[in-house]
């Protein structure tokens, strides 16, 4: 009998979707001023230890946890903590739409 082995099949991941933030209050590191973010979609990973529904209902520590995890260039926590209330405001919202069903969008469009 002839043993097989199978290659295991690489499919190449779809790429994330994303949106541009402008920040109102640019964050300040070493020699770099951060004017934009882009936020990516979360994976289930990027949720971990997350629960949803703060993360839906715009609670800070949720968020500010998630956005160090899906925002490029990669913020810090304390770069997080230090951002001016209205951009957080806005990179929540942004969160949350990643997180609502196509359907539930639909219906909200209809």
Not at 35 to 54: I, N, S, V, W, Y
Not at 73 to 93: G, N, Q, R, Y
Request: with cysteine; proline share 6%; charged share 25%.
């Amino acid at each position: 009998m002839k043993s097989t082995t199978e290659e295991p099949t690489t499919q190449a991941q779809p790429a994330r979707a994303s949106v541009q933030v402008t920040l109102q209050t640019p964050i300040v590191r070493k020699g770099e001023t951060i004017t934009t973010l882009t936020l990516m979609k979360p994976r289930t990973g990027d949720l971990r230890g997350l629960m949803l529904a703060e993360v839906l209902q715009m609670k800070t520590e949720a968020i500010a946890t998630l956005l160090t995890r899906i925002s490029s260039p990669t913020l810090i926590k304390a770069e997080v903590d230090e951002m001016d209330p209205a951009d957080l405001v806005v990179c929540a919202s942004e969160v949350a739409g990643f997180l609502v069903p196509k359907a539930a969008m639909e219906s909200l469009t209809e």
